[in-house]
């Protein structure tokens, strides 16, 4: 059974960084694409970053060159580094893989 659990999540300042977990078991993340999506209160939830079985990676506009995708394959996890957090990334954020979504880390980014 796979399990994706996030973790990482709180309140940060505007301009601040925060490093999301997706911990997996069930699978070993190095063979599959992995995903970070996020859903805002009120709205469609949508990608933010992937990452490739090979390691390439991808970034949505919103977090091309803010957001950094990585894994750790001795961890079995995937992180999201995130930097100059906006108030507009205020979100659930979520790790996928395939049909398989954790539960989410809430992000609340304000002053």
């Known amino acids: 059974q796979v399990q994706l659990v996030e973790s990482g999540g709180g309140l940060v300042q505007p301009g601040g960084s925060l490093t999301l977990s997706c911990a997996a078991s069930g699978i070993s993340v190095r063979l599959f694409a992995m995903d970070w999506y996020r859903q805002a209160p009120g709205k469609q939830r949508e990608l933010v970053a992937s990452?490739?079985?090979?390691?390439?990676?991808f970034y949505t506009r919103s977090a091309k060159g803010r957001f950094t995708i990585s894994r750790d394959d001795a961890k079995n996890t995937v992180y999201l580094q995130m930097n100059s957090l906006k108030p507009e990334d205020t979100a659930v954020y979520y790790c996928k893989r395939g049909p398989d979504w954790g539960k989410g880390t809430l992000v609340t980014v304000s002053s």
């Open positions: 990452i490739s079985a090979i390691g390439n990676s």
